[in-house]
């Protein structure tokens, strides 16, 4: 059984940083495969950043790349996003989600394609 526990979200001024912590429980695999969505009510669920833990592969949005960075620690089984730069239009629901096998890099942000899904963590930029 795969267990997800997301933390990390809050409040900040546009410009501000914060890091979310999704630790993962539950995969055997060599690799699997861990992403970070977001979404605002009323409208799609988009892929943020994501990782093929095994060997190590990331992917991120156009919209966050250069400002987002994932990390893992292995021995404490959890996947960090350090979020930095962070703009009003990161406001939303982030979730994290993962599955137990290595994704090609097209499908890493691709939310259908994984299985197991934390309960999310709110971020809010001001500005």
């Known amino acids: 059984q795969v267990q997800l526990v997301e933390s990390g979200g809050g409040s900040v001024q546009a410009g501000g940083s914060l890091r979310l912590s999704c630790q993962a429980s539950?995969?055997?695999?060599?690799?699997?495969?861990v992403g970070w969505f977001r979404q605002v009510p009323g409208e799609a669920r988009e892929g943020v950043a994501a990782?093929?833990?095994?060997?190590?592969?990331?992917k991120y949005a156009d919209s966050v790349k250069g400002r987002f960075t994932l990390s893992e620690d292995n021995a404490k089984n959890t996947v960090y996003l350090q979020m930095n730069s962070l703009k009003p239009e990161d406001t939303a629901m982030y979730y994290c989600?993962?599955?137990?096998?290595?994704?090609?890099?097209?499908?890493?942000?691709?939310?259908?394609?994984?299985?197991?899904w934390g309960q999310g963590t709110q971020v809010t930029v001001s500005s």
């Open positions: 539950g995969c055997t695999s060599r690799s699997n495969s």
């Open positions: 989600a993962a599955d137990c096998k290595e994704k090609a890099s097209w499908l890493l942000l691709s939310e259908e394609e994984y299985t197991y």
């Open positions: 990782i093929n833990t095994g060997y190590g592969y990331k």
